[in-house]
């Protein structure tokens, strides 16, 4: 089971930094995913991260402002977010995969509920 919190309203440039606390063990094999919802759209990949070696990938639209990173003694995996903008708003999920890195939300099979990010202009 995994817990989003971390979530709230910011000024554009600000930042935020979410968590997601796992119930159970990560496992070395298996790949963290930071996924985001905006009204009216489809769920988007944002970042992940390999929970072995810590490796971690970007979508185009957060490379440079976001970073996503594990504590394997917390359980926890994080998104750092700054230099936030209006079209970051969105609800932000986390989920596990057991099958490898994917930015396809359909190879992770397990979610978080969801934390609410949302950036005035």
């Known amino acids: 089971q995994l817990q989003a919190s971390g979530g709230g309203l910011v000024q554009t440039g600000g930042s935020l930094k979410l968590s997601c606390a796992a119930s159970g063990r990560i496992f070395s094999s298996h790949v963290m995913g930071w996924f985001r919802q905006a009204p009216g759209r489809e769920r988007e990949y944002v970042a992940a991260i390999r929970w072995g070696t810590k490796r971690t990938y970007y979508s185009d639209a957060v490379k440079g402002r976001f970073t996503i990173s594990g504590s394997n003694a917390e359980n926890t995996v994080y998104l750092q977010m700054d230099s936030l903008k209006p079209e970051d708003t969105a609800v932000y999920y986390c989920?596990?995969?057991?099958?490898?890195?994917?930015?396809?939300?359909?190879?992770?099979?397990?979610w978080g509920q969801g934390t609410l990010v949302t950036v005035s202009s």
């Open positions: 989920a596990r995969s057991p099958k490898g890195l994917s930015n396809m939300a359909f190879e992770y099979d397990s």
